[in-house]
């Protein structure tokens, strides 16, 4: 069945420093890829998402680009802020139910 | 217009009690599912349906039942509750689009 593979954490970064959280993905056919964010005691929120080869998803200062060919759709952030910390999934819609990473945690220092 | 709801927020169960977690979404999907958290962890699929009348099992479905009688509502059942069911519930609802929506998640401990 399809599955998603992503970086695990915990990563810890300081305030304005660049985030990259890798995702890859397998499965039949070409599904739509997400990112969800997941912020302490709350449920997860989409956080961008991406439907076809090539497309990019952007939200709030992050960016993932649905790259086929490498199978992947990492995420990135030039510039992370306190207020980013959180738990980062990665997600793929096929033909089969939403699967999930695992979770990336982020905390970032001031 | 809600998004998906659910209740109960907090529970505590004794072992062996039964509970129904309770979720409902007004967004009119088809698809709805049921995940469990543990501390620390990613998601794991419990239940899912892809309609009303439908219902089929994820990946961790030992020790649960759910039932759609209804669009509307996916209802978890819990029999005979173990320790090891002490974890935080989200229930989820998705469209066609297959954006998902998630409710606030039930916190249950079962002592």
């Known amino acids: 069945g399809d599955s998603v593979t992503q970086m695990e954490g915990p990563v810890t970064l300081s305030e304005e420093a660049c985030l990259t959280i890798?995702?890859?993905?397998?499965?039949?056919?070409?599904?739509?890829l997400f990112w969800y964010v997941q912020y302490p005691g709350e449920g997860l929120q989409l956080l961008l998402k991406a439907t076809k080869a090539d497309d990019k998803g952007s939200n709030k200062g992050f960016e993932a680009t649905y790259r086929k060919e490498t199978t992947s759709f990492h995420l990135e952030k030039g510039s992370v802020q306190v207020s980013d910390s959180a738990v980062y999934f990665c997600?793929?819609?096929?033909?089969?139910?939403?699967?999930f990473g695992k979770g990336t945690r982020l905390s970032v220092i001031a | 217009n809600a998004g998906v709801t659910q209740t109960p927020k907090f529970r505590i169960l004794k072992i062996g009690q039964s509970m129904t977690l309770q979720c409902a979404q007004d967004m009119n999907h088809n698809y709805m599912y049921w995940y469990r958290q543990d501390p620390g962890m990613g998601l794991k699929l419990i239940y899912y349906s892809v309609g009303a009348g439908i219902t089929d099992k994820g990946e961790v479905p030992n020790g649960y039942n759910v039932s759609r009688s209804t669009t509307e509502d996916f209802p978890l059942r819990l029999e005979l509750a173990a320790p090891s069911q002490t974890s935080v519930y989200f229930c989820?609802?998705?469209?066609?689009?297959?954006?998902?929506?998630f409710g606030p998640g039930t916190r249950l401990t079962v002592l």
């Open positions: 997600s793929a819609s096929g033909n089969t139910p939403l699967v």
């Open positions: 989820a609802s998705s469209g066609l689009a297959g954006v998902s929506f």
């Open positions: 890798n995702c890859t993905y397998t499965a039949t056919g070409y599904p739509s």
